[in-house]
Structure formats: structure tokens, C-alpha cells
């Protein structure tokens, strides 16, 4: 998978001559939070690839029809306009516009879309075949109900720990790139990824045992 931090990602300012990049992004938002004119349309022109980019692996991940994508990309630029600019006043030059822009998207769209997805009424499965499946009932069951309860424990999780999970398995993100999302060191991220873990695993073996 190619990772869209390898597109995004933000590389260090003395590197690469990115130092440049940083302040053109420093002076952009600084032109929208002054409301010049023209530097809204600049700013959506920005970062209009990055959200699609973002919008688009929602709708793959949760399967959103097209017209229910495009709905979320529209509550995405109203959130970010929202409240004089309020998120977009919290971007402190640490990573480029579009790497910031990048977390935040990801975090918005997949909420959202779960949401969406958990709201949706239920279909009656209907069988494809009249055959006896090759899995025993029994397993089946058991399969079923460790998924349900990885789900139960994932869902029960705040938005920043549900975002380190989807970089990590989902998008494949290295340490370093989700440390530049998150404005935290790699090896933070690496030590909040051992204390999830660990979380999860002593509340999936509560489940198990039938007690919180």
C-alpha cells in the first residue's frame, strides 16, 4: 500500500528545502483567519487532494454511496470554517498544512461514517447456497462472538485511540508519521501503542470471562 504520507508527509523543515512550504502554509492560514480576500478559495484549493483523498477511503472503508461521500466533504469544509476558523486556529507550523489537515480529516470522515454505519437498519441475510457450510455451528459461533467482542472494545474507544489503530492496521502508517499527525514524538507513539494494546487485551479477556 502506498502510504498517503508519502504524499503528505511533512519532512523536516532543514530538509529538502521543505522550509520554505512551512512558512507558505504559516502565511495562508494567516490570511484566512484575517478573512483576506481570495485566501479561503486558496486554502480549499490546498487541501481539497488531501480531504477527497481522505473522503474517498472513508467511503471505500464503510461503503458510503457517492452522494453520501460528498455530503460528509461538505460538513467537513462547514466544520472547519466553524466557529471563526476554531480548528483551523490550532495549526502551529509543526507539520505541513496538508499533513495536519490529513489527521484531522481522517479522524472527521471515519467517525462520521461509522456512525452512519451503525445507524443503518439491518438485511436478513439470505443463504447463497443450501449446502452445509464447511465450519462447524460451533465455530462459526465462536468466531462471531470474538468479532463482536473486538468490535464492542474498539467501539468503547475515544477518537484519538480509534485513530491510532486505523494508522497503524488500516493505513499501514509508520510511527514517525503518525507522530507529525499527532505533534508527539515517534517513540510516544510507539508507548501509546503498547498501553492501547495492553488495554484492549485486558478488557477483551473481561469479556471473555463474562465480567467487565
Known amino acids: ?14 530538509r529538502f528545502g521543505m522550509s520554505s512550504k512551512y512558512r507558505e502554509d504559516e502565511a495562508l492560514v494567516a490570511r484566512v483567519l484575517a478573512r483576506e480576500d481570495g485566501a479561503h478559495d486558496a486554502l480549499v484549493a490546498r487541501l ?4 477527497q483523498e481522505r473522503a474517498n477511503a472513508a467511503a471505500r472503508r464503510f461503503a458510503l454511496t457517492d452522494d453520501r461521500r460528498d455530503d460528509l466533504v461538505q460538513e467537513l469544509w462547514v ?6 476558523y476554531r480548528v483551523l486556529r490550532s495549526y502551529a507550523g509543526r507539520s505541513l498544512l496538508t499533513t495536519f489537515t490529513y489527521a484531522i480529516a481522517t479522524r472527521f470522515f471515519f467517525r462520521r461514517a461509522r456512525k452512519l454505519r451503525d445507524t443503518r437498519i439491518p438485511t436478513a441475510e439470505v443463504p447463497t447456497s443450501l449446502e452445509d ?8 459461533a465462536a468466531r462471531r462472538s470474538e468479532a463482536a467482542r ?3 472494545v474498539v467501539e468503547a474507544l475515544g477518537d484519538d485511540d480509534r485513530f491510532l489503530l486505523h494508522m ?6 509508520t510511527a514517525e508519521l503518525i507522530g507529525r499527525s499527532l505533534g508527539i ?7 501509546k501503542k503498547r498501553r492501547l494494546l495492553a488495554k484492549l487485551g485486558k478488557k477483551l479477556a473481561a469479556l471473555r470471562s463474562g465480567h467487565e
Not at 497503524?168 to 502508517?173: L, N
Request: aromatic content about 6%; charged content about 25%; overall charge negative.
Open 1 to 14: 500500500m502506498t502510504l498517503p504520507g508519502s504524499q503528505w508527509e511533512a519532512a523536516p523543515r532543514r
Open 48 to 51: 481539497t487532494p488531501v480531504v
Open 79 to 84: 466544520m472547519l470554517g466553524e466557529h471563526d
Open 133 to 140: 457450510p464447511a465450519p462447524s455451528p460451533l465455530n462459526e
Open 150 to 152: 473486538v468490535r464492542e
Open 168 to 173: 497503524f492496521y488500516e493505513q499501514d502508517a
Open 185 to 191: 514524538s515517534a517513540a510516544g507513539v510507539r508507548m
